[in-house]
Every structure is written in C-alpha cells, then in structure tokens.
C-alpha cells in the first residue's frame, strides 16, 4: 500500500520507492535527519492538518538548535504538504516531514549544505491503531532522558530517538508497552516518543518544557483542558509520585490521549479514569472538528 503512494522531494512528486538516500549519507550514517509527524483528518470539507503552523515552527526550530537550515521555504513545504495530501488521497492519516543531509559525506562532520526536504503520507491503517486507544502497561525506565547540555532536547533530531529505542526496548523486555524515561536529575521526562500526563485530586499535571520535546498535542492538551474544567499544571515531580497518580496516560500525534492501566506493579482502575476519560473525548470531539473553539487548529488540505 505505502509503496503506491507519491513523495514529495525538493518540489517533485517521485515514487515511494524512489525515495532513498545513499548509506554514507550525513543524514544516514551520523543520524543527523530532523523530522516532524502530524495527523490528517477528515472534516466536512476534505481533509485538515493538524496544527501544521506548530509543527512546522518546531522542524524550523530543530535545524535552528542544531545549526542547519533548509533547502526549502517553509510557504513550499506546506504547499508540498498539501500536494502530496491530495495526490495520494489521503483523508485519514500522518503526515511525515524529513530534513536531511542526503549527501555522501565519508569523513565530513559539518556540512555548509541546505538539508533536503522529504514529505511522507501514510494513510491510517490497523498497524497504526490511530483511533484505538487501548490502555497500555507502562514501566520507568532505566535509561534517563539525554541532558539538553548534551543534545538539545527540544530538536526532534533522529540521532534522539536512540535514548527511546533503548527505553522502549528495555519495557518491552520486561513486559510493558512502553517506558517513561526519568531525567537526569530523576524527574519524570517522558516516554520514547509521548509525552506523560498525570492526574490528581482532579488536577492535569505534566512535567514542564526545558529538557523534554515540545509536544504539540502536549500544549494542546494543556490550553484545551481548562476550557473542558479540568485545572492543569506543569511541574517537576517524582516517580513515587507518579507511582501514586489517581490516573496516568500519554500522548502523542498518533494517539493524543492513551490511557495507562497499569504502572509497574500497580493496578491503575478504572482505566481509563473519569478525567483521562474526559480528555479522550475532548480530543475526539476537537479532531472531528465538532469544537468550534478549535476548528482553527486545522489547516484545510
Ligand atoms: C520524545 C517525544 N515526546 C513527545 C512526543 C509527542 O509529540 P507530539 O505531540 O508533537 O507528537 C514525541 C513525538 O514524537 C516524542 O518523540
């Protein structure tokens, strides 16, 4: 299915299968691609973006905090965005932006080049499981989230998603679906691609920005819940505490609000809650564009 779907490169519309970059490519070979996904959704009059103006602030941030910059403007990435929507069909599905360096570069490690960009659809589909919101067994990891003093955080750079590799991998060893990585002071970060929500006493608190990525559904979540009377917070906490939330779910692109109904050896129940509950919902009713409060988050296709 994905292989009959049209790429957008630089400005042209090439095969699926055209698009690949050489082995020793920069990108490739030291990992330095930047990236962005964000999800396409039917509305009464085709199909919307979600929140495109965020998500592409934030891949212009990312070659900013990593020293890059791109080869193309960002008025001709959503134009291609929308060119590739519409040439392959897309009604229901992720958008996936990629930056990168696809030059061969053997011995280089700072290149003066503009970064190619590379725009993917891929239609929902059940390996996706975008609107299956099944609760999920979560761990705390034993691998902390890498220090912004190290690699900035904030960038979505693919060379980051190693520390979530070895996250995830690490909770699926052991049995869960995922695992929330601690920073490096053992504050609650986040998990391998999702952000963490906790709740209690009726209170929405997450961790604050600085050393985790900028969530977009994170930020969304955060400026639509008190609008659904769910107070939110944004602080520093412990995994004892977290150990001990009323309920817990993540989010992300993909899925904005799944549940948790397990945290290591503590049964979290019901699961979801009455308030994770209620953000699933405020999500749903938002991403159908039924909430005329939010109709401006969608960008028409
Ligand atoms: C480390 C990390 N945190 C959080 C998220 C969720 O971000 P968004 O809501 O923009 O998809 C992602 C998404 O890829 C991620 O990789």
């Given amino acids: 299915m994905l292989e009959q779907q049209k790429v957008w490169l630089n400005g042209q519309m090439i095969p699926w299968k055209s698009a690949t970059v050489p082995i020793l490519s920069h990108g490739f070979s030291r990992g330095s691609a930047i990236f962005e996904v964000f999800g396409i959704h039917p509305g009464t009059e085709g199909a919307y973006a979600y929140r495109m103006d965020k998500h592409l602030d934030r891949l212009f941030h990312s070659a900013d905090l990593l020293g890059m910059e791109l080869g193309s403007s960002r008025e001709a990435i959503e134009d291609g965005v929308k060119k590739t929507v519409r040439e392959n069909k897309i009604s229901r599905g992720l958008v996936k932006l990629v930056a990168y360096w696809g030059e061969e570069a053997i011995i280089n490690l700072v290149l003066d080049s503009k970064l190619d960009v590379a725009i993917f659809t891929v ?74 929500f906790m709740v209690k006493d009726g209170t929405l608190i997450t961790t604050p920005t600085g050393n985790i990525l900028r ?53 979290l129940s019901p699961s979801p809650g009455p308030v994770t509950k209620q953000m699933m919902n405020m999500m749903q009713s938002i991403c159908s564009l039924s909430d005329p409060n939010f109709k401006h988050w969608f960008h028409p296709m």
């Fill in 215 to 267: 969530s977009i559904s994170r930020m969304s979540i955060l400026e639509a819940a008190p609008k659904y009377g769910i107070p939110v917070s944004e602080e520093r906490y412990s995994p004892e505490r977290l150990l001990e939330a009323d309920e817990i779910f993540t989010s992300h692109t993909g899925i904005k609000v799944l549940p948790v109904k397990r945290i290591e050896d503590r049964e």
């Fill in 123 to 196: 239609p929902a589909n059940e390996d996706l499981a975008l609107d299956q919101p099944d609760p999920i067994d979560v761990c705390i990891s034993k691998w902390r989230k890498i220090r912004s003093d190290m690699i900035p955080g904030e960038a979505k750079a693919c060379a980051n998603y190693l520390n979530g590799y070895l996250a995830r991998k690490d909770a699926v060893n052991r049995g869960y679906t995922l695992g929330i990585l601690l920073d490096s002071e053992g504050y609650v970060a986040e998990g391998s691609i999702e952000s963490v």
